[in-house]
């Protein structure tokens, strides 16, 4: 079944990151899915299917790069780009990033607007939705 | 008009507390201050009973001041017909003919079936009232106690949801503040990293323009700096321009020099939201909102920041104006450095070409010498493919080649006619007293090999220490060539000026024996005559040699001739 708007999976240990990354997300449209390490995520990408993973490179268990290897060798999740985060100054080797989805990297501090950037270049622009809150 | 009301005052009460209050076997309401009750849970049967009983407004009515107690203890209506006001704010709703209402729990106890009141309800209804109360027993409370006991529970789910959500909230908040500070630090860290004084400083401005522009969502964004700054060089009046500006460069360069008048140093940066309060001509076709921050070098204007209107609505607000200040302070930095840099390197110029200049007026045969052989040097080093960094190097050391003359006696340097073998002993040493004289100055140490080695020669017949080669710097290799050149093409002390001609056949000569023959084919390809138009004008001046008391040789070689030059 279609989805109404793209489901991107962000993973990072930071639970800030999350929070920033997930809101400027969800503020312009898209539908957001978190882990906070990469096994929660490479569970979470085999079950939901997302249309875009933006991962951390750092963290506990497998790194965004197994997790990326890993997410390219599963036959479900053959074709789901990727974004990296890193640190500054940090780069991958280019035969590493041809075992992988990985469309693009940005170090950190990273600036939101630029993911949000990267991410409309990956799966086009959705119309910016009014956030609706379960809880209140 | 019930629709609109619960739609209004859901909100209130969060979705999670009223699944746990229908789960609980209660209803969610919203009551009114007029006492009128309106159902927010999902009909089950025997709520729209309830509804139609006739009395509601004026029972709650009477109620309303034990139900607004703080405390939140249930309040029986009617007999076994319970209400629990929640806490939470009310809602309000945008007319207020309509107030909306507050939430409350509504429950039934075991007295209720046994009421009038219900069996009331089931005639107008036409139920069975026996079969609704053998379908009741499910979820109806036994007494008062139970339903004080339930009222509790909801009132400290309702309190904690509140809470809940206000910190909710304050995290959805918490994280925007920090998107907004990881936006501002990736901006600053980017273009701290790029600020450097090895690329054109017009890209670094350009580049700070367009970064600006785009995180605070601006439709255009500027930078204009100040007309009458000398050190600016170029940049003195430009405009750097991102993004889309609805109307010309000319027109926004006449309002940035009006603000630039009122935005004095040391203002904190100017929001405007209506630029037609400012009163300046043709400023709202440009912008209706306006933020302008000064950038400032010690109480001294350089110039202004300036951008208009949001380009997704909104107003410029208090984060995008502490950016702006921080951005202007470190492009007023980056200004500043760069006009040191000037300065320094003005001073640094100036310096060399007042000593070298002070060297060649000794003998006024070799006026404008060192500054010859230095353009000569940076032509030839620029045709052996040397990079910017050395070309300026070696035109630098062509221009201090000869600075260790400072140490030769006048007599023997302007002696008309041959040198004794102790006075070419004395010129010779003006190599070594050169590089001496610059080692101890650190931006120069990198001169000395073009110093100290420009009497070398390929053969290594030269001074002082015979080096072969390339193992003779670059810089020397270069210099020697230049330097022999100016020399035999300039009329000396003791012999006339060389034809052209005449001087490129010597050098070609000597390639190979003085001179590093890869480097006279370059110097061969160059343009002389722009520099033979300028040492005959130099010439020009200049008295006939004196004849010497003592001939020197005919057409001496370029290398006998540079001996002594």
Request: aromatic share 6%; proline share 7%; charged share 20%.
């Amino acid at each position: 079944m279609p989805r109404e708007k793209p489901l991107i999976l962000v993973v990072d240990d930071e639970a800030h990151i999350l929070h920033v990354v997930s809101l400027k997300l969800t503020n312009a449209g898209y539908d957001v899915l978190t882990a906070e390490d990469g096994e929660e995520a490479y569970e979470k990408a085999l079950q939901e299917q997302p249309d875009l993973l933006i991962t951390d490179y750092q963290m506990p268990y497998l790194t965004g790069l197994e997790l990326c290897q890993k997410l390219k060798e599963h036959e479900q999740t053959r074709a789901l780009p990727a974004l990296m985060l890193t640190a500054r100054g940090f780069s991958l080797p280019a035969e590493m990033l041809e075992q992988t989805n990985i469309a693009g990297v940005l170090s950190k501090p990273f600036s939101p607007r630029e993911v949000l950037t990267r991410v409309q270049e990956l799966l086009g622009t959705t119309p910016a939705t009014q956030e609706v809150s379960d809880t209140l | 008009m019930k629709d609109a009301l619960a739609q209004s005052a859901i909100p209130a009460v969060g979705n999670r507390v009223k699944q746990r209050i229908e789960a609980l076997g209660a209803a969610l309401v919203s009551v009114e201050p007029t006492g009128a009750v309106s159902l927010l849970s999902n009909p089950r049967w025997i709520e729209p009973v309830l509804m139609r009983l006739p009395a509601w407004p004026a029972a709650v009515r009477g109620k309303l001041e034990a139900l607004a107690q703080p405390q939140g203890s249930a309040v029986e209506i009617w007999p076994g017909l319970w209400l629990t006001m929640l806490p939470g704010q009310r809602k309000r709703r945008l007319d207020n003919a309509h107030p909306c209402g507050f939430p409350a729990a509504l429950f039934l106890s075991a007295a209720f079936l046994q009421s009038e009141e219900f069996q009331l309800a089931c005639s107008v209804e036409k139920l069975d009232a026996d079969a609704v109360r053998a379908q009741a027993q499910n979820w109806v409370l036994a007494g008062a106690a139970e339903v004080q006991r339930l009222s509790a529970m909801f009132v400290w789910m309702q309190q904690d949801c509140v809470e809940a959500d206000r910190r909710v909230g304050e995290l959805h908040t918490l994280s925007q503040q920090l998107g907004e500070s990881y936006e501002e630090l990736s901006l600053l860290y980017k273009l701290s990293n790029s600020m450097t004084l090895d690329r054109p400083p017009a890209h670094f401005l350009t580049e700070s323009c367009l970064e600006l522009q785009q995180v605070l969502g601006l439709k255009w964004m500027a930078l204009q700096l100040v007309e009458n700054e000398p050190t600016l060089n170029e940049l003195a009046g430009q405009v750097f321009l991102a993004g889309n500006l609805p109307g010309d460069t000319h027109l926004l360069k006449r309002i940035g020099a009006i603000l630039m008048q009122r935005q004095t140093p040391g203002q904190p940066p100017l929001v405007v939201d209506d630029t037609q309060t400012l009163h300046i001509p043709y400023l709202p076709r440009l912008a209706g909102q306006l933020i302008v921050v000064a950038l400032v070098r010690e109480d001294k204007q350089l110039g202004i920041l300036f951008g208009g209107d949001k380009i997704e609505g909104g107003h410029i607000s208090s984060v995008d104006s502490k950016l702006c200040n921080s951005l202007a302070a470190s492009l007023s930095m980056f200004l500043e450095n760069l006009m040191l840099f000037e300065d320094m390197s003005a001073m640094f110029l100036g310096t060399l070409h007042a000593l070298t200049a002070s060297i060649d007026a000794k003998d006024r045969y070799t006026h404008g010498h060192s500054e010859r052989v230095a353009m000569l040097a940076r032509q030839l080093g620029t045709v052996a493919g040397l990079d910017a960094h050395d070309i300026d190097r070696v035109y630098l050391s062509g221009l201090v080649h000869d600075i260790g003359k400072i140490g030769v006696p006048e007599a023997v340097l302007c002696k008309p006619g041959k040198l004794t073998e102790q006075e070419y002993t004395i010129i010779r040493t003006h190599p070594e007293i050169g590089a001496g004289i610059l080692q101890d100055i650190r931006p120069m140490q990198d001169l000395v090999p073009g110093v100290f080695y420009h009497h070398e020669r390929w053969d290594g017949l030269g001074y002082p220490h015979g080096l072969q080669g390339e193992n003779i710097p670059l810089y020397g290799r270069i210099i020697c060539i230049a330097d022999s050149f100016d020399a035999m093409i300039s009329t000396r002390t003791y012999r006339q000026a060389l034809s052209l001609e005449r001087v490129l056949g010597e050098i070609k000569r000597c390639a190979g024996k003085q001179f590093d023959p890869h480097l006279v084919d370059l110097f061969l390809q160059l343009d002389f005559q722009p520099f033979v138009a300028m040492v005959q004008q130099q010439n020009v001046n200049l008295p006939l040699p004196q004849p010497p008391v003592d001939p020197p040789p005919p057409a001496a070689p370029a290398s006998d001739t540079e001996s002594q030059a």
